[in-house]
């Protein structure tokens, strides 16, 4: 069974200040995606990433795809409140088509 | 374009009792995917339908089911409910079932079992 771990669990900074995410596995993905779920709402894709090495910007967040595409990070530059949500990856299982294996998330915390 | 809409967001059941939830997918979408998510677990694959079939089944009990509307609307029932149901319930809709389409997701159906 294909497990993504997700770290850290929880996070709480100021805003202004720089973070990294993780999403990790042993087993290698034809894709990751990055998620943002905000309280009362479904989550929301922010990116795909299908290349080992990749790495994609969005504003101030800058996702990573590793080498091996078993490892995926997230850094977002001079964080803001509005960044606060729940923050998932969600990889593609080759050996099951591609069906999403999901990390238990990064509860993220920006305050003012 | 309206999004994904779940019914009800919210429900209080208790043990033994059975629900239905129910999905209307994004006008044109025929993927409906639905997903229980609980703290710590992440999200968990129930099953996913297209053009009333379902494609792929997680690794649920069978009290868990579902199915599609000639529409796409789609509900999932729980059977015979237990504590550890509790949990919030998502739908996504797609447009197809193609392997790393966009999904799109409900706000849930948040399940409360006593």
């Known amino acids: 069974t294909q497990l993504l771990e997700q770290s850290p669990q929880f996070l709480s900074i100021q805003e202004g200040e720089n973070l990294t995410v993780y999403c990790n596995s042993s087993?290698?993905?034809?894709?990751l995606q990055w998620y943002r779920q905000e309280p009362g709402e479904g989550p929301v894709l922010l990116v795909t990433?299908?290349?080992g090495g990749e790495v994609k910007k969005l504003k101030r967040l800058t996702f990573q795809f590793g080498d091996a595409r078993k490892d995926s990070s997230l850094h977002i530059t001079a964080a803001q409140p509005g960044d606060t949500g729940l923050y998932l990856c969600?990889?593609?299982?080759?050996?099951?088509?591609?069906?999403?294996?999901w990390g238990a998330g990064t509860k993220l915390i920006i305050k003012p | 374009k309206a999004g994904v809409t779940q019914t009800p967001r919210y429900l209080i059941k208790t043990r033994g009792q059975q629900v239905t939830l129910s999905c209307s997918p994004i006008?044109?979408?025929?993927?409906v995917s639905w997903y229980q998510q609980t703290p710590g677990q992440g999200l968990q694959f129930l099953f996913e339908?297209?053009?009333?079939?379902?494609?792929n089944k997680g690794n649920f009990p069978g009290r868990f089911s579902g199915r599609q509307f000639s529409n796409s609307r789609s509900e999932m029932n729980v059977s015979t409910l237990e504590l550890g149901d509790s949990a919030l319930y998502l739908c996504?809709?797609?447009?197809?079932?193609?392997?790393?389409?966009?999904?799109?997701f409900g706000p849930g159906t948040r399940l409360l079992v006593l």
């Open positions: 996504a809709s797609s447009l197809t079932s193609a392997p790393q389409e966009t999904q799109y």
């Open positions: 006008s044109g979408h025929r993927s």
């Open positions: 339908y297209f053009s009333e079939t379902q494609r």
């Open positions: 087993s290698v993905f034809s894709s």
């Open positions: 990433v299908v290349t």
């Open positions: 969600a990889g593609g299982d080759m050996d099951s088509n591609y069906q999403l294996i």
